[in-house]
């Protein structure tokens, strides 16, 4: 374990980068910054955190809290949290505690990497933007290995190459930055991209399972199938992994499931009916009840066939 410095030894006229979420795939983004970024790092969560023994960061350039208010400081504040709802706590405080929206300062800039609503992302950029506090989203793509990495895709809504720090801050977790124009845009994309995804999974997984109960083997119907019209990222990439019954885990059961129901209500507060989210999301419910929360994606095919 890397040892770290108290937020009690930050000087409090040094500007720092702030980040909120120290999760699976938090922590190692807020890593990637603290060794990449010129500023020092000031890491909040609810939960006291402790740097793993290869962080591969110096201790003092991390600053480690549960207390927002810490956040003063920083001129960037990145957000990696489980949903909307939390980062609206965060922002906009909650049973008389203050959040970012009281404690920085105008001319700061928050960065919402979270899997959140577009809608509400635009709500409470409203809000920030009547005190001077920048706001756009960014969420990422690429699963835990990429962000231990820097390595993952990055769908910044409205961050633009020009706007020195908090472009900057994107490079530090990230090697492609895919530029949208308005804020809201990042998480409108992730949205439905992950959406496509959870449907893909399943409907690739039982039609190996179909190939292979009827005679074939998954080596010749994963030849088949990249080569032919259902090809896709996860023909291409993962289906290695239920052959080799391996236990890595790159993107859990129960954040599918999550990404689901962000589709579904994203989808509902635009007014949208559409006829196979709440499948999906009840075959994913289905999968995280009988394998867990924490299973990775790809046991989706035990869960067929057991």
């Not at 196979?276 to 999968?287: L, R």
């Amino acid at each position: 374990m890397s040892a770290i410095a108290e937020t009690s030894q930050f000087m409090e006229t040094e500007v720092a980068t702030g980040f909120v979420g120290a999760g699976k795939i938090g922590l190692p983004m807020a890593l990637n910054i603290a060794r990449k970024g010129k500023d020092k790092l000031i890491l909040c969560d609810t939960r006291p955190v402790e740097l793993p023994a290869d962080a591969n960061v110096a201790p003092e350039r991390v600053f480690i809290t549960t207390d927002l208010s810490e956040l003063a400081a920083c001129d960037v504040v990145v957000l990696s949290l489980p949903d909307s709802k939390v980062v609206s706590v965060v922002i906009e405080g909650r049973d008389g505690k203050p959040g970012l929206i009281d404690i920085l300062p105008a001319g700061a800039t928050i960065i919402d990497c979270s899997s959140s609503i577009a809608a509400e992302t635009r709500r409470l950029k409203s809000r920030l933007d009547a005190k001077g506090i920048l706001f756009h989203d960014a969420p990422v793509s690429g699963g835990i290995g990429r962000a231990w990495t820097g390595k993952l895709t990055i769908l910044a809504g409205g961050i633009k190459r020009d706007m020195g720090k908090a472009y900057e801050v994107l490079g530090h977790m990230g090697t492609t930055i895919i530029e949208l124009d308005g804020v809201g845009d990042g998480h409108v994309v992730k949205t439905a991209n992950n959406y496509v995804l959870a449907a893909n999974i399943i409907s690739l997984l039982e039609a190996t399972a179909f190939a292979v109960k009827s005679g074939i083997s998954i080596d010749k119907f994963e030849e088949v199938i990249n080569r032919s019209s259902g090809r896709s990222y996860v023909s291409e990439n993962k289906l290695d992994d239920i052959k080799t019954e391996h236990d890595r885990v790159s993107f859990t059961v129960g954040l599918i499931r999550k990404d689901v129901a962000n589709f579904i209500e994203s989808a509902e507060r635009e007014a949208i009916s559409l006829p196979m989210p709440e499948t999906i999301f009840a075959t994913w419910q289905a999968a995280a009840e009988a394998l867990g929360e924490d299973a990775d994606n790809m046991k989706f095919f035990k869960y067929l066939n057991s």
